[in-house]
């Protein structure tokens, strides 16, 4: 089979040939629909050397996963071929305190590596990809997994900072997304669907995202410039907002972040930008508290395709055939993909 592998640090990734995986006992061999092209994946390519927690290379990329399931190992139940699945993404050890209750993300012993993220997973830029066990799949129903695939991280991840942080979102209260791309499209969706949030705040430097952010769900789009800040604090009534979710994770969002937060609200750093927020006696605001989620728990993606199979939340998806990943990413690098991009091997 075709797979989209990274051979080499700060090297494009390549098509190479490689071996139909057979699935053992209790693996699942899942024929790939949609393989999700994030920016966390940029991050990989771009790294000096090895990251924590990767083995050599090697690695297949791809870990927003959706297809249908081609064959299963012997102790396999509950799924047959043709199945379609969605793959949840972070694979723990499976019996730490974590693990244990569906934390795979925090597992204490592998720290929640899956397919193409290390660990020795290949992921799902290939016709197939195995899956070491059946509690990793999450039946789609009638959901295209093409559509599907960036649910098990864009969506997740969004649902994950989004609902940590309910509690603060009664009427009246103010979420402001800094980031209108994929996974703030997802985030203001999430946000309409769970919260009872008064105001929904969408920024970003692209008018185009802003206007998909508007069609999502967002009160407010504003263009990040120098009145931006301003235009926030008069809108909370020179608060802040409750919840401030950073979906880009760099030095200006970042400080923007801190200035439009309130006290004992939430900001939480989504993105993985790399800059460090500063923090003194007053900044960010006294007892805002800071978080850095990472990714989400495996029964709340069973509850972000609940809330897709009821057309609560949409992924605006453009798709690349195996042969043009490469194209994919660069795109992506740019800045010109208006939601997520898909690589669907079996078009």
């Known amino acids: 089979m075709q797979a989209f592998r990274l051979v080499g640090w700060r090297q494009p990734p390549e098509l190479h040939e490689v071996p139909i995986p057979d699935p053992g006992p209790g693996q699942i061999l899942v024929k790939v629909g949609g393989a999700g092209a994030c920016h966390s994946d940029l991050h990989v390519m771009e790294a000096p050397a090895p990251l924590p927690g990767f083995t050599e290379l090697p690695l297949t990329l791809g870990h927003e996963n959706a297809g249908w399931v081609e064959s299963v190992g012997p102790g396999v139940t509950g799924f047959g071929p043709g199945d379609p699945v969605i793959v949840y993404g972070c ?20 720290a929640g590596q899956g397919p193409g993220l290390g660990g020795g997973h290949d992921g799902g830029m290939a016709e197939y990809l195995l899956v070491p066990a059946a509690r990793y799949l999450i039946p789609l129903g009638a959901l295209d997994p093409r559509q599907a695939a960036p649910l098990t991280d864009a969506g997740l991840t969004s649902y994950h900072a989004v609902k940590r942080s309910l509690h603060l979102l009664g009427p009246g209260s103010t979420a402001v997304v800094i980031g209108a791309g994929g996974l703030g499209q997802l985030t203001i969706q999430i946000l309409r669907a769970l919260s009872a949030a008064t105001t929904v705040i969408a920024v970003d430097t692209d008018a185009g995202k802003l206007d998909t952010a508007g069609h999502m769900g967002a009160d407010l789009a504003l263009l990040s410039g120098d009145e931006t800040t301003t235009r926030i604090r008069d809108v909370t009534g020179q608060q802040g907002a409750e919840l401030v979710l950073d979906m880009v994770g760099i030095e200006p969002t970042l400080r923007m972040a801190a200035q439009v937060a309130r006290t004992l609200g939430h900001l939480t750093i989504v993105g993985l930008g790399g800059a460090a927020l500063p923090v003194d006696f007053s900044s960010p605001p006294h007892e805002c508290s800071v978080a850095s989620p990472y990714w989400g728990y495996l029964p709340e993606l069973m509850e972000v395709i609940t809330l897709a199979q009821q057309d609560k939340i949409k992924v605006l998806v453009e798709h690349f055939p195996l042969a043009r990943a490469g194209e994919a990413y660069q795109l992506l690098h740019d800045g010109k993909i208006r939601g997520r991009a898909v690589i669907t091997p079996h078009d």
Request: net charge positive.
């Open 91 to 110: 694979w723990g050890c499976g019996v730490c305190s974590n693990c244990r209750r569906g934390r795979e993300n925090y597992c204490q012993n592998l």
